[in-house]
């Protein structure tokens, strides 16, 4: 069991997003924000196409020979001092790592910013058992406040605007003089740094998720830009590093090539202030570090989509640029999305994660504008992947009724020229006098989803075909 | 079968006209348009009979019925040396999609690639492979373009036709912000997710509005009338037009979604 799902309500999620002005606010800092950066850092690399084409080619190979980089990394985390557990699915990574922070004797649990911990819902178990986590991303840490889901996966909390952060902190932060100044960002930043700072000191076990697992070496690397992950993975007795299986790269070289492509896709910095690799336990000369390194690998699925069309989504390196280039993103926000991921990345991942009987919307909610792919650092088919979706809903009769026999009459006169140009040619004939007048219609029954937001042009008249063949070919005779 | 490098072309190529079942049935003008622009440029053009590339089934998920219209239309279109379309979309569902259909069967699958190979999208075409440079045709006023999405992002259309657009005796090209995004068209996702798409189209049309321009073109009906109806609907008074209509001097007909003005008497 994963977190809980509203993705099948994504249609009632979306209508309430398009509502919410101030979530239309705030997603127009998306389209603002990332954009522009990407563009600019992409502009500044002469290379970086071909940077590109080398992600795409690094992760391919890995995926082709994943179990052997598994068996790889394993050992050369072993060889270090740490301990590596494969979890097949959210369960069992949960109770992995509630088995760790016991045997740590842990009462808080401090977390780097991780996606796969959101996946498997690890926050709500340890709660649930007596031990408490503390996101210390700064976004993570807000949304932790508020008990939602991130809305985007490298900045969890853009659906907020500051004013509801600053209400958010004055609720929690009772501790605090309830006349201070919070009206400014770098007010909440000091805040939240200075509350963060007690649970740094306080936290037994320390849990991370990874950008990479380097089968080289045995190294997990993570890329933030706040510092927290590393007060989350130094200070603290224990460290966990939480990472899917697609995090596998084979050496420090791949390593280095796709952090290059990395940064510059999901906010445009050529590198993120912190890049931190972490290899083991601490070793008698090191100045600091833990003293218990766990790996947990998770799978929840994800090998199920090796050797399928889908495989192609585990190159997937979660930089974000798909969704913040997304139209349908930006009009309806990460949560509407009804699960973890969000966005084109989350309409491919999903469905495979949670089935597509319940992640059906996702795929489908595309207009197919294809400007994910085109930013894609690994160059991931995401409207082909899409594409594929719906023919798997297709297959099994998943498509809503009223589509498969609209397809299904439409198609009937596709297939049948003849019998096509005789009915359009009535039918466009009666809608064209229907719309003189106006030339256009306000409603039009069989199209209300249409003439809801906008009017229905009336068609010219006489079909294309019909005149050819009346001025051309009945000239030519 | 290649495709025919701009020297070794035929002087006056054979060209099957793909109209597209959206101006096949809507705005036959923009097929006679191109028709013009094809037969200045010298070509032969000749029209099959023909119905839909198929679009509607395949991003539906329906292959079968999207192979079984790819079938039709590859023997419609198998004797011209090139096949054009007044669309970037119905062009790259030939293009680029068609090949993908037949995977697993080798003998459809050369057939696809084929016609795959000859198949482009009109302004792309007139440019890219018979190098042409103007077109004669005068409009009156200042024009904004939209790019649509899969002729932009598969085939590459962006120059092509503000190029031409260029040549247009008395008309300026005024770009809109973000005009290489998406107006929330998408074919049935108009229909189906009727929410998101107003929404994306609304953005779209404040764009428009905001470039100050009387005047919006795109390459695919599509998208045009998913703007014009959002524009009309918003009593804003744009006038929208293919492409192919203005570079071929033929705007006699009403924009789209505006009534003929009633005959003077």
């Known amino acids: 069991m994963t977190v809980h799902s509203t993705s099948p309500q994504f249609k009632q999620n979306a209508a309430r997003a398009l509502n919410d002005d101030q979530l239309q606010k705030a997603l127009g800092n998306v389209k603002q924000g990332f954009i522009d950066k990407r563009q600019m850092a992409a502009a500044k690399l002469p290379e970086f196409e071909a940077l590109r ?33 494969f979890a097949r699915n959210a369960d069992e990574a949960r109770d992995i790592i509630l088995g760790i922070c016991r045997d740590a004797g842990a009462k808080t649990v401090t977390k780097g910013k991780s996606m796969i911990s959101e996946e498997i819902g690890i926050n709500h178990h340890l709660e649930a058992n007596g031990i408490r986590p503390v ?19 490298i900045a969890p909390a853009v659906h907020l605007n500051a004013t509801q952060v600053e209400e958010d902190f004055r609720r929690v932060h009772t501790h605090l003089d309830a006349k201070r100044d919070l009206s400014e960002p770098v007010q909440l930043l000091t805040e939240a740094r200075a509350v963060l700072r007690e649970r740094f000191l306080a936290a037994d076990v320390g849990i991370t998720g990874a950008n990479f697992l380097v089968a080289e070496t045995g190294t997990s690397i993570i890329v933030t830009n706040e510092g927290n992950g590393d007060l989350t993975q130094i200070l603290p007795k224990t460290h966990i590093v939480l990472a899917s299986i697609e995090k596998l790269v084979p050496t420090l070289e791949d390593a280095s090539q796709l952090l290059r492509v990395l940064a510059r896709s999901a906010t445009g910095q050529e590198m993120s202030v912190y890049t931190t690799f972490s290899t083991g336990p601490r070793r008698s000369a090191d100045a600091d570090g833990p003293e218990n390194y766990h790996v947990v690998i998770l799978d929840n699925g994800r090998s199920s989509m090796l050797g399928t069309s889908f495989e192609e989504m585990l190159r997937c390196i979660r930089c974000g640029a798909c969704m913040n280039h997304c139209p349908v993103y930006h009009a309806v926000g990460g949560h509407a999305y009804g699960w973890v991921y969000p966005g084109p990345m989350g309409a491919v991942l999903t469905p495979s994660l949670i089935g597509v009987d319940k992640a059906g919307h996702l795929p489908n909610a595309s207009t197919f504008c294809g400007r994910c792919e085109s930013v894609c650092p690994v160059r991931i088919p995401l409207p082909k992947l899409m594409r594929h979706w719906r023919e798997r809903e297709f297959e099994r009769h998943l498509t809503p009724a ?11 006169f596709a297939r049948r020229p003849a019998l096509y140009r005789f009915a359009t040619r009535a039918a466009m004939g009666v809608l064209a006098l229907a719309g003189r007048q106006r030339g256009r219609f306000a409603w039009l029954p069989m199209a209300r989803g249409w003439t809801k937001y906008r009017d229905f042009p009336a068609p010219q008249g006489e079909t294309f075909q019909a005149r050819w063949k009346r001025e051309r070919q009945g000239a030519r005779a | 079968m290649s495709v025919l490098p701009l020297q070794g072309r035929p002087a006056n190529p054979r060209v099957g006209l793909f109209v597209t079942c959206l101006v096949d049935l809507m705005r036959p003008s923009v097929g006679f348009a191109a ?12 029209v099959p009979v023909q119905t839909c590339c198929g679009q509607p089934a395949y991003n539906s998920g329906d292959r079968g019925t999207t192979r079984d219209l790819a079938m039709q239309v590859i023997d419609a279109f198998h004797g011209y040396d090139y096949v054009v379309a007044p669309s970037g979309s119905c062009a790259g569902t030939i293009r680029v999609h068609y090949p993908e ?43 904004t373009y939209h790019d649509s999405c899969s002729g932009l992002r598969e085939l590459g259309v962006q120059t092509q036709p503000r190029r031409l657009l260029g040549s247009v005796e008395g008309l300026s090209l005024v770009e809109m912000k ?33 470039a100050h321009a009387p005047t919006l073109l795109a390459g695919d009906l599509g998208c045009l009338m998913n703007m014009a109806g959002k524009l009309t609907r918003d009593g804003r008074p744009i006038q929208v037009r293919h492409v192919a209509e203005v ?3 033929m705007t006699d007909e009403p924009p789209i979604g505006v009534a003929k003005a009633p005959a003077v008497k």
């Open chain 1, 53 to 85: 084409d080398a992600a795409r080619d690094i992760k391919n190979h890995t995926l082709e020979h994943l179990d052997l980089y598994l068996e790889a990394y394993e050992e050369k985390v072993r060889s270090s001092g740490g301990h590596v557990h």
């Open chain 1, 135 to 153: 996101e210390t991303d700064l976004g993570e840490y807000i949304i932790q406040l508020r008990g939602e889901l991130p809305s985007h996966i």
């Open chain 1, 402 to 412: 009223t589509v498969r026999s609209g397809l299904q009459l439409w198609g009937f």
């Open chain 2, 35 to 46: 028709v013009k622009l094809l037969e200045d440029a010298g070509c032969i053009v000749d």
């Open chain 2, 101 to 143: 259909l037949f995977e697993e069967d080798p003998n459809w699958r050369a057939k696809a690639d084929a016609l795959a190979a000859r198949t482009y999208e009109l302004t792309s075409f007139l440019v890219d492979v018979l190098g042409v440079t103007r077109v004669d045709a005068s409009f009156d006023g200042p024009v």
């Open chain 2, 178 to 210: 973000d005009s290489d995004v998406c107006c929330g068209f998408g074919g049935t996702f108009a229909v189906k997710y009727s929410d998101i798409s107003g929404a994306i189209v609304d953005a779209k049309a404040r764009n428009v509005e905001e």
């Open chain 2, 247 to 249: 570079l071929a001097g």
